[in-house]
């Protein structure tokens, strides 16, 4: 069976790093597409940026580039969602999803991860 | 970028009642659009894929059309467990974009 696992809840303060993490099991995970999806509260989906475990290519949404780093770790079937620095609108569930390739639509999603970033 | 704008934003509609909602790409993504289920509280489900490609297990009331500017999801016969927001997205060349919404409801 196909699943995506993601970390749990955070609650930040702004400064503060994090990296979140979705998990990937069921099948091989280096040759899917990992992408992250932000919605922030009561709020629409948008597409952050996608990347290929198998040799860590990375495309990034022009909104989030510089915002964020998406990396992966295929010996561990894991993708990751990097902040240097939150903000308080980081504020948001962040999703990942599996994709076939960059043309096809996520088919599996993670559970979600909600980040909260307040002083 | 290619821009995604869907309507309605939202749409309250009778059980039995055929539903449709429309989705315009700013500049023409060939056949490139998806289309997601998200219910309160869970992650979004992949309806239709390839613009008309329904993902398997997806119930056949659900069906999608469409090319280049212009697509639609169609739920031919709406049900209670229909009520969630739908998402199209495009993932053609360049950033993928997701329209805004449109959130069914049950009259």
């Known amino acids: 069976e196909v699943q995506l696992v993601q970390s749990g809840a955070e609650v930040k303060k702004p400064g503060e790093s994090l990296k979140i993490s979705c998990k990937g099991s069921?099948?091989?995970?280096?040759?899917?597409?990992i992408g992250w999806v932000r919605q922030m509260p009561g709020k629409g989906l948008e597409w952050m940026g996608i990347?290929?475990?198998?040799?860590?290519?990375?495309r990034y949404s022009p909104s989030f580039q510089g915002q964020v780093t998406i990396s992966a770790d295929k010996s561990i079937n894991t993708a990751y969602l990097h902040w240097s620095s939150l903000k308080a609108s980081d504020t948001a569930t962040y999703y990942c999803?599996?994709?076939?390739?960059?043309?096809?639509?996520?088919?599996?999603w993670g559970q979600g991860t909600l980040v909260t970033v307040s002083s | 970028d290619i821009q995604m704008t869907q309507s309605p934003s939202s749409l309250s509609a009778s059980v039995g009642d055929r539903v449709t909602i429309t989705c315009r790409a700013s500049?023409?993504?060939?056949?490139?659009l998806a289309w997601y289920q998200q219910k309160p509280g869970n992650p979004p489900k992949l309806l239709i894929h390839?613009?008309?490609t329904l993902q398997l297990g997806v119930p056949s009331r659900f069906s999608g059309s469409g090319s280049e500017t212009d697509f639609t999801l169609t739920i031919t016969s709406l049900q209670p467990e229909d009520v969630a927001t739908y998402y199209c997205?495009?993932?053609?060349?360049?950033?993928?974009?997701f329209g805004q919404g449109t959130k069914v409801e049950i009259k």
């Open positions: 990347i290929y475990p198998g040799d860590s290519d990375t």
């Open positions: 069921g099948y091989s995970f280096t040759t899917y597409w």
């Open positions: 390839a613009t008309s």
């Open positions: 997205q495009k993932y053609s060349s360049g950033p993928t974009a």
């Open positions: 500049q023409g993504i060939s056949n490139f």
């Open positions: 999803a599996r994709h076939e390739d960059t043309a096809t639509g996520g088919d599996y």
